[in-house]
């Protein structure tokens, strides 16, 4: 495919080839196990151009290699996504009544029968795996007809102030002008509120924690525990609420101002700017609807976004609330918990890559490979090379003899060439591989281990070692001899 990068060829499979063999899966899902051969062969012949490698590799093999999932899975995740999205429908949908009438009928969910049943049995491996509930998800929300929403622009100081884990002293010192700015003409009507939320693992145990001053007083404190399985949003969310609500059943007759100062810009931005959300309806809208209350009363309510982790006093009280409050939200029973579209696409994510991780442990092909993962491939000649390598389908002997383009299957040294050989114990090329072996021990990496040296688990780990490698393979002329295996016809 002359200059063109992999990365570019697997982007241009999955946008041009992928999508169609994907379109309407959910509905289809349930062909013959003929039909799906056909689709994991055209995933096959896709994937061996897209890594330069021989049309005869197994598609197990280069679906790890590429990071793109068997189709059957992929196919999983997209049907459960789908499914999630009907469950979030009202009634009043075609769609949503066809889904209720299939669960009243088949309440064991045995049959695989029909796109809903399969789509069911899915999302219950996704339940045992994850936890996440699709009976529990949140309702969709609906646009009103008419309603013309103009998206509003965000304070320019926004973008200056740099976040918690790069902000400079002098962005440090702007952030608490900026918070003496937006309290500068505060009076003793005004109650002042600071909200953070705080989310162990997100999704994970969740907490919203908030400090409210008002008049002359010292400050109250107030948290509370959200979900055991929440977004670190959903947190934020609810702080807000919590302020709201605080102040509408105990103080709502003692002032006549409400400033709600929160580090999260995404929250403000959705009830401020008119950002969209899809998730956490009913909280937004109660937010709104507090809001609205206080209005009524002749109170006015500002939300203002400020800087997290800036050495501001109110922040730092309503940043530990919160993070106490997520602590005790691991005890919360799951009916706290809000399932959202976006909860469902990660949990099924993570539900289709343990069933692709069992099922390449168990296989016997491409065992060079350790497990499925996100690493980067090199886009060049070595790289494709060391692709080879790593799945086992290489220029080495004992492959070509296997397909017919060798007639043996033994190095020059008399021993079977297969990757191993070639990078462990060859004597051909010792030279080479001590100053790799060098190399390797500097990166506390094994060299005598072969999987350690192909498929080290961290991103920092693997790049360097794909160097070293890269540098055994140019260095011992190997490769430079071989051209790459064709099945049609023997060497």
């Known amino acids: 495919m002359g200059g063109i990068s992999r990365s570019k060829l697997l982007q241009i499979y999955n946008s041009m080839v992928r999508s169609i063999m994907e379109y309407a899966c959910p509905v289809w899902q349930i062909t013959s196990a003929e039909n799906m051969k056909k689709l994991e062969a055209v995933q096959r012949k896709g994937l061996s151009i897209c890594l330069g490698l021989p049309g005869t590799s197994g598609r197990e093999a280069m679906e790890v290699e590429a990071n793109i999932q068997p189709i059957d899975l992929r196919i999983e995740e997209i049907s459960v996504r789908e499914l999630a999205k009907i469950q979030s429908k009202n009634i009043a949908e075609p769609i949503k009544q066809q889904l209720e009438q299939y669960l009243t009928n088949n309440a064991t969910y045995e049959q695989q029968d029909s796109p809903f049943g399969k789509a069911i049995n899915q999302s219950i491996d996704m339940f045992k795996a994850t936890k996440v509930d699709i009976k529990l998800i949140e309702p969709e929300f609906t646009y009103k007809a008419g309603v013309d929403v103009m998206l509003r622009r965000s304070p320019s100081y926004w ?46 145990p969740c907490g919203a924690g908030a400090v409210v001053y008002s008049g002359n007083s010292q400050g109250i404190s107030l948290k509370r525990p959200v979900a055991n399985r929440g977004s670190i949003l959903l947190a934020e969310l609810v702080a807000i609420l919590m302020v709201l609500e605080h102040c509408i059943t105990t103080i709502k007759d003692q002032f006549s101002e409400l400033k709600i100062l929160s580090d999260s810009q995404t929250a403000v931005g959705i009830l401020t700017l008119n950002w ?23 109170i006015l309510t500002t939300l203002s976004w400020i800087p997290g982790h800036a050495n501001i006093a109110g922040n730092e009280i309503a940043d530990q609330l919160a993070k106490d409050a997520a602590k005790e939200a691991s005890s919360l029973n799951d009916q706290y918990n809000v399932i959202t579209c976006h909860d469902v696409r990660c949990a099924v994510k993570m539900s289709t890559k343990l069933k692709w991780q069992s099922r390449w442990t168990i296989s016997e092909t491409g065992r060079q490979l350790f497990q499925p993962n996100s690493l980067s491939l090199p ?36 021993e079977e060439e297969t990757s191993e050989h070639f990078l462990l114990y060859c004597p051909r090329y010792q030279q080479e591989r001590e100053d790799m072996r060098r ?53």
């Open 159 to 204: 973008s200056r102030l740099g976040s918690s884990k790069n902000r400079t002293a002098e962005q440090t010192v702007e952030s608490k002008q900026v918070v003496k700015d937006l309290l500068g003409d505060s009076t003793d009507s005004t109650v002042v509120a600071f909200t953070d939320g705080s989310c162990q693992g997100n999704p994970g």
């Open 439 to 491: 190399q390797m021990e500097l990166l506390n990496i094994d060299p005598t281990n072969i999987q350690s040296i192909l498929a080290p688990p961290k991103r920092e780990t693997y790049e360097a070692t794909s160097q070293i490698v890269g540098e055994y393979i140019t260095k011992s002329g190997r490769f430079q001899e071989l051209a790459i295996p064709d099945s049609r016809s023997c060497a």
């Open 379 to 414: 886009n060049n000649q070595i790289g494709r090379i060391l692709s080879e390598i790593r799945t086992g389908y290489s220029r080495l002997n004992k492959y070509r003899n296997q397909i017919g383009q060798s007639l043996t299957l033994y190095c020059e040294c008399g």
């Open 276 to 298: 969209k959300s899809s998730n956490y309806i009913d909280t937004i809208t109660d937010i709104k609807e507090c809001m609205g209350t206080l209005l009524r009363h002749g």
